[in-house]
């Protein structure tokens, strides 16, 4: 199955992507955390995207599309991925459209979590990610068992950079001026599907798996 998540930043796309990819037994491909990793083993595609991620920008298409495309090449992409943070604009989902078609695919579902702004301000403000093993937490609404570490590997749980109050709000306008267009897009395209992103986290992945399932080939 080939499916994209889209939704604002803090819409819990990449807390949803952990299991759903797990339930669907394919691979999760978050962009964000791509970018991230490069940027703190200090590679030449980490510097070229850490200012861009600083600000709330989006990192240039070139940059983006050609880490993509390399991803989607490999070999556990084959028989499906859910991707996490790509497309975020018209040219990046024309861009994904032609080369899943020069592979003789095409996407089956772009899942759409709808949350409003109130609720993405107090997700961001509380996030911590695990520095080990990236597992997203939430201070309030999804804590561990001891503060600043990961139930999962023991990590360090750490704040992102750009979860600052000016950057998140400068994140929510490049949402609604570049990537909200997609809503339409893929409504056009047929693949759409939206659902209430709000509520505890496991009935958000239980309503997303009883959505994805209709479009399941
Ligand atoms: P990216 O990492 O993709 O950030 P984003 O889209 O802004 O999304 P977030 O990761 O902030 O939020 P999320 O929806 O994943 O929410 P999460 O699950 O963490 O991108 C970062 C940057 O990289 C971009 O700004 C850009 O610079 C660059 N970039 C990435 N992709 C790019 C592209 N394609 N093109 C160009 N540039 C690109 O949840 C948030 C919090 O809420 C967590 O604490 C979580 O525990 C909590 N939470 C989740 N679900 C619930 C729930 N149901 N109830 C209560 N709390 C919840």
Redesign the pocket.
């Known amino acids: 199955m080939r499916v994209v998540l889209v939704?604002p930043?803090?819409?819990?796309?990449?807390?949803?992507a952990q299991f759903l990819a797990s339930h669907l037994s394919i691979p999760k491909i978050?962009?964000?955390?791509i970018?991230?990793d490069n940027v703190s083993r200090g590679t030449g595609l980490g510097q070229r995207?850490q200012a861009?991620?600083e600000r709330?920008?989006?990192?240039p298409?070139e940059v983006?599309i050609a880490m993509v495309t390399d991803r989607l090449q490999e070999d556990d992409a084959q028989a499906g991925f859910l991707l996490?943070?790509?497309?975020?604009n018209v040219p990046?989902a024309e861009t994904l459209k032609k080369l899943l078609a020069g592979w003789d695919n095409r996407l089956d579902v772009v899942l759409e979590?709808v949350v409003d702004d109130d609720e993405v301000v107090r997700?961001?403000s509380?996030?911590?990610t695990c520095r080990r093993c990236g597992r997203?937490?939430?201070a309030t609404?999804?804590p561990p068992a001891r503060p600043e570490t990961c139930d999962d590997c023991g990590g360090e749980l750490f704040q992102r950079d750009?979860d600052r109050e000016n950057t998140i709000r400068h994140?929510l306008e490049v949402y609604q001026q570049q990537t909200a267009l997609l809503i339409s897009y893929y409504a056009d395209e047929g693949i759409l599907l939206g659902i209430d992103?709000?509520?505890?986290?496991d009935e958000?992945t239980d309503r997303a798996l009883a959505a994805l399932r209709r479009f399941m080939r």
């Open positions: 939704g930043p803090g819409a819990g796309k990449g807390t949803q978050s962009t964000g955390d970018f991230r995207a861009y991620m709330g920008d989006l990192v298409d983006t996490d943070g790509f497309p975020r990046q979590l997700r961001l509380g996030r911590r997203v937490w939430h609404f999804d750009d994140r992103a709000t509520g505890p986290v958000v």
